[in-house]
Nanobody, 124 residues
């Protein structure tokens, strides 16, 4: 059973930076399909950034050039470096992981998808 625990959220001023972490446990396969979603109050959940074990990445257009997703196999941890934060980035950020068989792209849910509980990011 995969467990995901996010950390690194907080409150920052516009233009600031944060780095989110997602520590994964219960999964030892070297292949992975992971990503970050966010949900702002009154809005639908939105996919933000995704990465697979081939290091292919995908980003939503609004964060291109500002956010960077990465994954450290040795630490079983997913990261989201967020620079140039804007008030519209305010949301709860969730980590997602799929186990094989993977979906056609990591932004989709697979047959076995796991979620963290989220970490709040507030930009003023």
């Amino acid at each position: 059973h995969v467990q995901l625990v996010e950390s690194g959220g907080g409150s920052v001023q516009a233009g600031g930076s944060l780095r989110l972490s997602c520590a994964a446990s219960g999964y030892t396969d070297s292949t992975y399909c992971m990503g970050w979603f966010r949900q702002a109050p009154g809005k639908e959940r939105e996919g933000v950034a995704f990465i697979d074990s081939d290091k292919r990445t995908e980003y939503v257009g609004s964060v291109l050039g500002r956010f960077t997703i990465s994954q450290d196999n040795a630490k079983n941890t997913l990261y989201l470096q967020m620079n140039g934060l804007k008030p519209e980035d305010t949301a709860v950020y969730y980590c997602k992981a799929d186990v094989p068989p993977f979906p056609p792209a990591c932004r989709f849910d697979g047959t076995d998808t796991y979620w963290g509980r989220g970490t709040q990011v507030t930009v003023s």
